[in-house]
């Protein structure tokens, strides 16, 4: 009974063992919505553009703030250790003395002391309440207003511009390494046929059948592979690099990426062409909504400096209230008759009057800003175009580069199919037919490059195209 139970006991020893070593090597999947849910948590840069948009906002706060009055209060309390005042006190003799008395009215000396005031006290308080309220500033607070909103709206489609534009990114890196990826896997294969084909022509050198020169080429052939692995293995590198600087992911691999480009949809025709290119030039789209609002910004910023020039003064009504006193107010007993009451109402204007030109300076330099900011809009809508036709070029010149490429494996797959046949029936040679492998491998290595620049062609159009409904 006891070895029975010994040996159920490690049983489950053994199959909790194996579950736990299952759970260390199992690696986390990635599909393209985890990720873009860990970049919204966790990317450096959309968390910058989050709090640009937050300090925006409190820019707005600040600005609408300028139409409240300010309220000022200062309050101050001191204990004067030797008071400046003492008290004050007179001998009633000598003050009777100084009238005269009827005869035999005069009093008789009484020796005592009149107080007239008990000195100065040891503490005094002071308050005052100073409260500025603008009346009148040419505008430059309702302008300010204005502006500071479009800052803050600037902010919030910069945010999301930002989103888009590492949602793009992380999309185009993911397809860059599954493209990559393969690339790899036929390098390995075309390795082991250049190490055949390289050990079977240093045999044959060995043995007179071959010039030193053609086993030269083997050997340039092998290492050219070598140099091409390494080469593509650094662009993974990046490409992995740079899918953690999105995501905020560390030790991330290939296998844990759940990503296959979509193929389907790579042909425009013309009516697609041209609706595609509407909605990049869209009113709505945010590259274009935001050189908009830097036009009224600029807008704004000159209709400020114009309220700022000279003999434009600012109104505005101060209103001081004041108490002083030796008993705290409202605690203190007879504190109301031992205080000093001021209240004082002030109209103020301020303006400049001469500063060698500057504030004109600044009308003229907000109109620049202006014009520029309308010579920007235009031009981006230039650069948007332009950039969405070399796309539809480079999606084109793809297709036709990929249609060329199957035909040449298609060719290849038949001249490796004649070469094996020719091998095995003794007509042939394993090393033409190795060769042909090797073609055929470089043709599909061609057509994966080829399919990567139809899939970041695509997306570039899709994120230039996208309208934020």
Known sequence: MSKKYSLVKTGFLLLFLSVLLLGINAQTMYSFEDLINLMENDNAELQKAKQDFVQSTLDVKDAKAGFFPQAVLTAAGTYMFNPMMDDITINVDELLSGISWPGGLKPEPTGQYLKLYDGMENTQYSFTLDITQPVFTWGKLTNAVKLYNEVSDIKKLQLDSKREQLAAELKTRLASAHYIGQILELLEVQKNYTERLLKISEEAWGQGALLYQDLLDARIQAKEIDIASVEINDQFSSLILGIEKITGLKNLTRDQLNFVPDDDGAVYNTEERKTLMDMALNDKQESIVILAKLEKVSEYSNKIAKASVYWKPDLALNISLGYSGSRFPLIETDWYRKNDYSA??????????????????????????????????????TSIAQNLTQQFNAVDLSLAKIEYQRLKIENFDSKIAQQ??????????????????????????????????????????????????
């Open 344 to 381: 004082n109402a002030t109209i103020a204007i301020r303006t400049t009057v001469f500063d060698g030109g500057k504030k004109l300076n600044d009308i003229k330099r907000t109109q620049s800003v202006y014009e520029s900011s309308q010579a920007d809009a235009e031009q981006a809508r």
């Open 420 to 469: 094996r046949q020719l091998f095995e029936s003794g007509y042939g040679a394993e090393t033409a037919l190795i060769q042909a492998e090797i073609e055929k491998t470089s043709a599909q290595i061609q057509l994966l490059q080829h399919s990567l620049s139809l899939a970041n062609a695509r997306y570039v159009i899709e994120y230039l195209s996208s309208l934020p409904y």
